[in-house]
């Protein structure tokens, strides 16, 4: 472990595009710094006041490292490098150059589409009992949400998410971090209309089922099925 006195200096930020900036800043520090897997990163406060930057910002960067498999919380204790980066090597969020809702929803939904399917199928084969419980939560959740409300985008985004962690392949989530703010478009009441892809609901139950029951091949189709409700109602509500 390295003392705090021998590591790099943080230097405060301009008020521009905080998370990329600080994400780079920190990415940066911790090359600089020499931080190996295991050495502790500074508390929330010292970054906070290193950078000049909210605690919002500083939980967003670091829950956007945990994601990426960078870091690790722990509690009582501190967050901890689990591999070396640099600003070179972290993975920036990828985004469209387009203000046209319509083409980034389309264009997101076909990488969205290849994901997706490919994860309900290795969820349908590599799930247990604890991730059946949590998946079924979730839908549980949306299904209370959406019949109460007539719509669940946060419920229904949990719930995908649960199915990415029934992959255990620690990639689908990092891909979906890198894609975060494309993809939460889906749930964020796209056109103004909270009705989007409200067809698709029932077909988040016939998923889970496919995957309780282990059958990739369904688990597939299930998820196509959503995402064909999704691309019409994109292509409909956008006319």
Not at 37 to 51: K, N, Q
Not at 160 to 171: E, R, V
Request: glycine share 4%; aromatic share 6%.
């Amino acid at each position: 472990m390295k003392h705090t006195d021998a590591r790099a200096a943080l230097m405060p930020l301009p008020p521009a595009d905080r998370a990329q900036q600080v994400t780079a800043a920190l990415a940066d520090y911790i090359q600089r710094s020499n931080l190996v897997p295991g050495d502790r990163l500074p508390a929330e406060r010292e970054l906070m006041a290193a950078l000049a930057v909210g605690r919002s910002t500083i939980r967003e960067v670091i829950r956007h490292f945990q994601a990426l498999g960078v870091v690790e919380a722990r509690k009582g204790s501190g967050t901890y490098l689990l591999r070396a980066i640099s600003g070179t090597t972290i993975h920036m969020p990828l985004s469209l150059e387009t203000t046209h809702l319509r083409d980034v929803l389309l264009k997101t939904l076909e990488v969205r589409r290849g994901i997706e399917a490919e994860a309900g199928m290795v969820a349908a084969r590599m799930r247990t009992a604890q991730d059946l419980t949590v998946i079924e939560e979730k839908l549980d959740e949306m299904e209370r949400v959406h019949l109460s409300k007539g719509t669940s985008g946060p419920e229904d985004l949990a719930f995908h998410l649960a199915i990415y962690d029934a992959t255990h392949n620690p990639l689908f989530k990092q891909l979906l971090e890198q894609m975060r703010e494309a993809f939460e478009r889906f749930w964020d009441k796209p056109f103004d209309r909270p009705d989007f892809a409200r067809r698709s609901f029932p077909f988040h139950r016939t998923l889970f089922n496919a995957i309780a029951a282990q059958d990739p091949e369904a688990a597939r189709t299930e998820t196509l099925k959503i995402l064909a409700i999704v691309e019409e109602d994109i292509k409909e509500m956008s006319k």
